[in-house]
């Protein structure tokens, strides 16, 4: 298990993103083996009592929550056409927000999220980097802990032409092909990215996948 691990893929080697609902409550090692995803990231905030999302979010053409703000977020229809939108996109199949950290290039000055999210925790974040899709997670608790505003320099100084943040402390989990920060939580939702058959390797070195640092 690592404490941290980031990885750009492609946009071309892309064949799905997947939002998987999680309504079972498996762990992120049973989603692994349940559907062969190549790489697992936790999704966005949700309501721990209740168990429903708090952001903006649409899986396969069903609205799961709809709040009453715009936001940027990512929104696709299968998953190499993800990009940063302003949500929600009733045209999008697919998306999902939480706390924009980057947008068109610029990091956010003033990041608006609830203050259950603040402090140093595990981090999770999505994002895009040089036409990539750009995936980011650190073990609550370990020596890369970040606050919001903590992360967002981070992957504004890795080059990251958008970003946003996730759910994060204990609900930080990832599987970046086998390189995983683990967590007992299992979360409302997840992104699964699916590579095309060709492509089951490292996106970076087309062999093995290594846990990186932001850039």
Request: a negative charge; one cysteine or more.
């Amino acid at each position: 298990m690592a404490d941290h691990c980031a990885v750009t893929i492609p946009l071309g080697d892309i064949q799905q993103i997947q939002l998987y609902i999680n309504t079972a409550r498996k762990s992120l090692s049973a989603i692994r083996a349940e559907t062969g995803a190549d790489y697992i990231l936790n999704g966005t905030l949700y309501n721990m009592s209740t168990f429903r999302p708090n952001c903006h979010l649409k899986a396969e053409g069903e609205v799961l929550c709809q709040p009453p703000y715009a936001v940027a977020g990512y929104a696709w229809q299968t998953g190499p056409d993800i990009s940063m939108d302003t949500l929600p996109d009733e045209s999008q199949r697919n998306y999902i927000a939480c706390t924009p950290l980057i947008v068109s290039g610029k990091a956010v000055d003033k990041l608006t999220y609830d203050p259950g999210q603040g402090g140093k925790r595990g981090r999770s974040a999505i994002g895009i980097k040089d036409g990539r899709l750009a995936l980011y997670c650190t073990q609550d608790g370990g020596s890369m802990a970040r606050t919001p505003e903590q992360l967002r320099d981070d992957l504004a100084a890795a080059g990251w032409d958008s970003a946003v943040m996730l759910d994060g402390g204990g609900s930080s989990q990832c599987d970046f092909a086998g390189q995983t920060v683990s967590s007992s939580r299992a979360v409302h939702d997840l992104i699964l990215v699916y590579l095309k058959d060709k492509k089951k390797e490292d996106p970076v070195s087309g062999k093995k996948t290594v846990c990186l640092d932001a850039g």
